[in-house]
Nanobody
Framework: VQLQASGGGLVQAGGSLRLSCAAS????????MGWFRQAPRKEREFVAS????????YYADVVKGRFTISRDNAKNTVILQMNSLRPEDTAVYYC?????????????????WGQGTQVTVSS
């Protein structure tokens, strides 16, 4: 299984970015997909998750109402649309895949990780 994250960049506060996670090399029907982020000197934290077939969406409280996770079935891709970005959203963003069991919120439950994409929000 391979996950390839892309779409990061530099944006001003209040702006938007769209991250993509392209998945390949496996059958993902039994997977849940998650986005995490890690800021300098901080632990990796949960951002959002979705069932591979769509639905059962969860968000961290700090991104609710600003970020949207979705699936593009045709492209085997998971999207994280980020709006109203804040400087505190600055981090490396990672996509990850896990089986249905276990909490979506814990990194230890994810079997596969992408390489990360840098998001920088300037004030």
């Amino acid at each position: 299984v391979q996950l390839q994250a892309s779409g990061g960049g530099l944006v001003q506060a209040g702006g938007s970015l769209r991250l993509s996670c392209a998945a390949s090399g496996g059958s993902f029907g039994s997977y849940r997909m998650g986005w995490f982020r890690q800021a300098p000197r901080k632990e990796r934290e949960f951002v959002a998750s979705i069932r591979w077939s769509g639905g059962n969406v969860y968000y961290a409280d700090v991104v609710k109402g600003r970020f949207t996770i979705s699936r593009d079935n045709a492209k085997n891709t998971v999207i994280l649309q980020m709006n109203s970005l804040r400087p505190e959203d600055t981090a490396v963003y990672y996509c990850a895949a896990k089986y249905y069991s276990g909490s979506d919120y814990h990194t230890a439950n994810y079997a596969y990780w992408g390489q990360g994409t840098q998001v920088t929000v300037s004030s």
